[in-house]
């Protein structure tokens, strides 16, 4: 029951937030988004859920299945519930849209409770596309998510921003046809074994064998069809080269607030449903293709850090590195070890706690100095002190520097994929991202060094000096917690471990 | 007995003449007349069947029929009357304030 | 939708009241475009706009609760002993019925409260909101009707009123040129249906549409049987806005006014659908009809030409009401699906499939009103008509451009409103059926509708405004009337199941199943 009060609490904090005055609307904003943190932190302690909630033998947490509709012979649920793997997922959402609401303070003027009141929306679609557990309702969320998310990019993004609203919107509903059209061909070809939409029981289902043929396709052709329409109806999510092309003009015209829900939190979404629906569901069809995913996932590696190279603004570079991350992601999951997907998994909270800071960071210097370009300055270390602190900090995370969440995600990565049994090859897929980490540590220091440190240069009319509190102090939390899950990943580890464990049971089936 | 064909044919007569005049005429009340034929070869049908039947549900209908054009034109006359006032004409092809 | 016992015993079939009381919401309806003329003829120039709007809505609201509760209660309905029929079968009161009364009410019920503001300071006010309940009134006929004569009958009494209403406006030429053009095709298609029942008569002998059905079953001449069914069909063409006879519809929903063009495209374009199923299901049944009478491939070309002809039409629109128009054509081109979808036998997914463009009708009455209602409201404020004359509005009227941005998500298909899940469900009962290629059809389209949807949703929240606007006043009958629209649509997400439930049973029964 937890999980309908706290999505509908947002719901309704969502929209008695849109019509506050702008004067409130923001510290209101960030009061109400702290409900939804109280509850999921009280959900954390009292968590008891066991193995994947998709799975046979599973105990789901805060459960609740009621019949909702009928549609012809199936039946939907309002089917929501946590595991191992969407509880980490859920309480990043609310606390990195907590930390997003007070990062919002400095730079949203205009419209503010307007903005504040989508902000809120767009978290309570993201809590239900963690917790449903019934395709319909996942679909209605996983759809919603993107209304707010127009509006946010579209009305208070950057110069360009009609045209990244509009590039992110069409990307991401032609992908979510994509994925539906994919994912019905796979139910319909299921025939009379299923009766419901319910995620856990298609999964089971199609790991039992019964998909048949359907429209003339066998059974092999089915899932291979149903597999490549989610891998990239999902792959623009996440995003996997060459699906990422949205991306960096959402990031780079989002504000900063925005970007940091967007990479912390949307490209998740994207990595989460792969997990979910491609390698829960169909197991031996990913490792059928592991070669072709794995090469999609090792471009997305190499290419996105080559890109981040590449580039001159900061919000750039942190977005293209964030392709580049989210590879690491795919080629975790492709793997198919225990340390492979778990890590995957952890690094989708990771990363979403990183990118977060790395973007809120930018956005605080930014707030302050008005210019992204690295050729621009020289020299903040003198002005901004405690924020480049930051910066450098969650630079070193972004390059897995030991005992921060990173470190741990991507270690947890490489090893799960060096001694895969369903890759071939493994052992060179994992040196070639490796060798990703390379790049982003050269690129990284070599922005650090540029902007950050030697004598200040900044020709400006303002004065440069350090920012005020409520922007220093969401980033300082968030390297407090990247630090807390890098020095402790026990946190997370044992209870995705334990979701992630039946995925692998009987998995490469074919 | 007149065969049950020929009132058929004098209806479908009477409706193309009808459809005739509502595609040529571009006067308001041409076309209204026009319609009435068109509703009164309904009307030849439903009397000359009623009899082919031996119901009078056809002639009853027609008397509905009749009622019906009357209330039509009595809501057409106003309509027609209220373009004239507006657009000093009552061809249906000068008021083009919107686009088809 | 089951309810105690108790409650179904008080009703009709158990005794407890007299047959004809099931025709209630027709009733309510038709008593209170009664009791609107007995005002306005005892004090013709009234313009207590408060006093007429709210028996209007009370009316409605009366009207919509006997549909409610006769749909819980299971009057008419295979519960409790299946369809009531009236007057010599000329009418029936089925599921379907009362079904499609609760669209027309709740229709009706928005539109009479946010005439409130609309009408202010006009004059004949009486008879605007007597028309509309008339008009109602022959909607629901319309879909009750059980025989050719009176569905000819309520489909006049409903249309005789719109184009009064249409022209209301009789000093704005827009107006009266709707009006006009309104008028001469419903004029035309009027008798080419009434000759069209005329050549069903000559070949059956009967206008009850169970010996209809019967008779066409042993039939010879089945040309003119034939000639008559495409009549006919061209009669519901007219009334449901779909190709060939739509061409009325983009000027008489531009011209007239905007709670009109709501009521019309909503409510008027459902009773057409009413009365459509009805007679192609039970009259020309499929499995009665001779084989050279296949509506139902005449119904796939129609719902393919007409959901691509209104979306892109729709798409090269400039002016706001008249995209509002042309996707008004390219949604019935959805709904016309229920009928083009359905196969012969006695086949379960037909009554599927109805029910679902049903279902979809019921949201649609609020989404579609809605949409036309926040029009009112700009051309009550005097704001411009095209899209970029709605720039920037968000920012002076946010709750009015939310409740629209909702109007238009949901109408595209988006999950913020009922019209995710009631495209969804037709297109998926199409699929069942075996007709994919419809479904498809409709999803591309579907997917199109989305581009000029949002363009409204754009111009009013993203961009710039670039005229001042001046909002003189926050009008409380058409907020009123928008925000129920809004909140139905809403709630339809959540509370779709009981919605295509009792749509699916009413249209099954229809089937006979």
Redesign the interface.
């Known amino acids: 029951m937890i999980i309908e009060i706290l999505i509908a609490f947002t719901l309704v904090a969502a929209l008695a937030t ?2 506050a005055p702008d004067r409130v609307s923001g510290k209101l904003a960030f009061a109400l988004s702290l409900v939804p943190v109280v509850g999921s932190l009280y959900m954390w302690s009292l968590f008891d859920a066991s193995g994947n909630a998709l799975l046979q033998g599973s105990q789901v947490a805060f459960e609740t299945n009621m ?7 199936y039946e939907i649920a309002w089917h929501v519930g946590l595991d191992g793997i969407s509880l980490p997922l859920f309480v990043l959402t609310t606390v990195l849209t907590s930390l997003a609401i007070v990062s919002a303070w400095t730079p949203i003027d205009t ?1 503010a409770s ?1 903005f504040y009141g989508l902000m809120l929306f767009m978290e309570a679609s993201l809590l239900g596309v963690f917790s449903a557990l019934d395709f319909f309702a996942w ?3 996983w ?2 998510v ?2 707010p998310m127009y ?1 946010l990019i ?2 208070w993004g950057g110069p360009r ?2 045209y990244a ?2 590039k992110f ?1 069409v990307y991401t ?2 992908a979510s ?1 994509a994925m539906f059209i994919g994912f019905m061909a796979l139910v ?1 070809a299921l025939g009379d074994s299923v009766t419901s939409l319910g995620l856990p029981e298609i999964a089971q289902a199609t790991r039992a064998g019964e998909v048949g043929s359907y429209f003339g396709l066998g059974a092999g052709a089915i899932k291979t069809v149903a597999f490549a329409a989610m891998f990239v109806g999902f792959g623009v999510k996440v995003p996997i080269a060459p699906f990422h092309t949205w991306l960096p003009d959402a990031h780079v015209e989002a504000p900063t607030p925005v970007s940091v829900m967007l990479a912390g939190v949307l490209l998740k979404m994207g990595t989460y449903a792969l997990l979910r629906f491609n390698f829960t569901m169909l197991p031996d069809v990913a490792a059928q293709y592991a070669i072709i995913i794995a090469v999609f996932a090792v471009v997305s590696v190499i290419y996105g850090a080559f890109l981040a190279l590449a580039q001159q603004d900061l919000k750039r570079i942190v977005a293209y590195s964030s392709v580049s991350s989210m590879g690491y992601v795919i080629l975790g999951l492709v793997a198919y070890t225990l340390y492979g997907v778990g890590g995957a998994t952890f690094q989708m909270v990771a990363h979403g706690l990183i990118s977060g800071l790395m973007f809120m960071t930018v956005g605080v210097i930014y707030n302050t100095t008005h210019t992204r370009m690295v050729g621009d300055m020289s020299g903040l270390a003198d002005r901004m002190p405690v924020t480049v602190g930051i910066l450098v900090a969650a630079a070193f995370g972004y390059m897995g520097l030991p005992l921060m969440a990173g470190f741990a995600a991507e270690f947890f990565i490489f090893v799960g994929s060096f001694g895969s049994q369903t890759l071939p090859f493994a052992p060179l897929f994992t040196a070639l991202a490796m060798f990703g980490i390379v790049v982003v540590a050269g690129y990284l220091l070599f922005a650090m060094q540029r902007t950050l440190f030697g004598p200040f240069r900044l020709e400006t009319d303002y004065t440069v000096g350090p920012a005020p509190l409520h922007d220093k102090l969401p980033i300082a939390v968030l390297l407090l917690l990247v630090i807390a899950l890098g020095v402790a990943p026990e946190l997370f580890w044992g209870m995705i471990l334990d979701a992630v464990e039946p995925v692998l049971e009987t998995g490469g089936g074919a | 007995m007149v065969p049950a064909q020929w009132y058929l044919l004098l209806a479908a007569a009477v409706f193309c003449i009808g459809v005739f005049g509502v595609l040529t005429r571009s006067n308001a009340l041409m076309f209204l007349m026009s319609v009435e034929l068109m509703l009164n070869a309904a009307n030849i049908n439903f009397v000359a069947f009623s009899l082919q039947w031996g119901n009078v549900t056809g002639q009853t209908f027609g008397l509905f029929t009749m009622a019906i054009a009357a209330a039509e034109v009595a809501i057409g006359i106003g309509i027609i009357l209220v373009l004239y006032r507006n657009f000093r004409d009552t061809d249906v092809t000068s008021a083009t304030t919107m686009r088809w | 939708m089951s309810l105690p016992s108790v409650t179904a015993t008080l009703l009709q079939s158990g005794g407890a009241l007299p047959e004809w009381t099931a025709l209630a919401p027709t009733l309510a309806l038709a008593l209170t475009a009664l009791a609107l003329l007995l005002v306005d003829s005892i004090s013709p120039e009234t313009k207590n706009n408060a006093l007429l709007a709210g028996t209007t809505a009370v009316g409605s609201f009366v009207s919509l609760a006997f549909s409610g509760w006769y749909l819980a209660a299971g009057t008419g309905q295979s519960g409790t002993g299946g369809e009531i029929v009236l007057y010599g079968e000329a009418l029936v009161v089925d599921g379907m019925y009362l079904f499609f009364s609760a669209i027309f009410a709740s229709v009706a019920a928005m539109v009479a409260i946010a005439s409130y503001d609309y009408l202010a300071g006009k004059e004949y006010q009486g008879e605007f909101y007597a028309l509309t309940m008339l008009a109602a009134t022959g909607m629901t006929l319309m879909a009750s009707a059980n025989s050719l004569a009176s569905a000819f009958v309520a489909l006049e009494l409903a249309s005789l009123p719109s184009y009064a209403l249409v022209a209301f406006l009789k000093k704005n030429k827009g107006s009266v040129e709707a009006g006009l053009k309104y008028f001469l095709i419903g004029a035309l298609s009027s008798a080419i249906f009434v000759f069209g029942i005329s050549l069903v008569y000559a070949v059956t002998g009967s206008l009850l549409f169970s010996d209809v059905a019967e008779a066409l079953g042993e039939t010879e001449l089945v040309g003119v049987a034939g000639v008559g069914v495409l009549m006919i069909a061209g009669g519901f063409a007219f009334k449901t806005a779909s190709v060939p006879f739509h061409f009325w519809a983009p000027e008489a929903y531009e011209g007239a006014p905007a709670p009109i063009s709501g009521f019309l495209s909503s409510a008027s374009k459902a009773a057409g659908f009413a009365v459509a199923f009805r007679v192609f299901v039970e009259a020309f049944s499929l499995s009665a009809i001779p084989e050279g009478i296949n509506w139902v491939i005449l119904f796939q070309i129609l719902a393919v030409v007409t959901m691509t002809l209104g979306n892109f039409a729709a798409a090269t629109q400039d002016t706001v009401k008249r995209m509002l128009a042309y996707s008004s054509i390219g949604q019935a081109g959805y709904v016309l699906i229920g009928l083009a979808a359905l196969a012969g036998g006695a086949s379960s ?1 037909n009554g ?1 499939v109805m029910g679902a463009a049903m279902a979809h009708l019921f949201v649609y009455g609020f989404m579609n009103t809605g949409a036309f209602l926040f029009i009112a409201l700009t051309e009550h404020w005097g704001i411009g008509r095209t899209f970029e004359d709605f720039n920037g509005l ?2 002076k009227a ?2 009015a451009c ?1 409740a629209m941005a909702l109007f238009m ?1 949901s109408l595209a298909g ?3 409103g009922g019209g ?2 009631s495209k969804y ?1 037709l297109f ?2 199409a ?2 059926a075996g007709f994919w290629w419809l479904a498809a059809l409709g ?1 591309i389209n579907s ?1 199109l509708s ?1 581009f000029y949807y ?1 363009r409204v949703v ?1 111009a009013m ?3 710039d405004a670039t005229s001042e606007f001046e909002i003189r006043s926050k009008p409380v009958g058409l907020y009123a009337g928008i925000m129920i629209a809004a909140v139905g649509t809403f709630l339809l ?2 509370a ?2 009981p919605i ?2 009792t749509a699916q049973t009413a249209a099954s029964a229809l089937f006979g199943a």
């Open positions: 849109f019509f019949p909702w509709i009928s549609l012809g012979g419209r307007q679909f209605v969320f759809e919603a993107l209304v509006f579209g009305v921003r009609k609203a509009i919107f509903n032609v046809l319909f | 997914q599927d968000a920012s946010p709750m939310a998500f988006l999950p913020v995710f899940f469900f998926a009962n699929v069942f999803a997917a989305l949002s754009k929240w993203i961009e997400l959540p779709f199941g295509i439930e």
